[in-house]
């Protein structure tokens, strides 16, 4: 496969992501905490026990267990973080996709991503390398914006 092939396919998986995301907040998560009584940190932890356990067994058959035991004393604190970030997108997910709607919560999802990933790229945080960061991105970033405003309250404008 050539790299414009591989590029369409990895853009094909981010928007299957994106889709994937959608759903488990609207459909699954929610409904399942609606079906737990109204409580997202139940929700929240079945999906982490399901989802650990999904990989648990994944990572026994896949995994090159004599590596990660060798470096994975070396690991420095921060990295150890992701687990509880996740627990709180997905529970961030769960409690406000029936408060704000799917599509809100995801647009603002996005719109925190993007924040967040310019000023990561912008000043090569995390050990990634720095990226320049130019005018058109803020000007993208304001135009999402006002974007988000439309989408968000637009109903109540114009009816």
Known sequence: MDKLEMKLIYIFMALLGGVGLSIQAAIINSR?????????????????TIGGLCLLIFAFSQADWHSVHNNIALQPWWR???????????????FLAPQLGVANTMFLFIIGQL???????????????????????????TIMCVGLILFMFSGRWFK
């Open 115 to 141: 924040v967040a990933v310019m000023v990561i790229d912008g000043l090569g945080l995390i050990q990634m390398p720095v990226r320049s960061i130019y005018w058109w991105k803020f000007v993208s970033m």
């Open 32 to 48: 399942l905490s609606a079906g737990m009584g109204n409580q997202p940190i139940v929700a929240t932890l079945i999906c982490f």
């Open 80 to 94: 150890w973080i992701g687990g509880i970030l996740g627990a709180g997108i997905v529970f961030s997910s769960i």
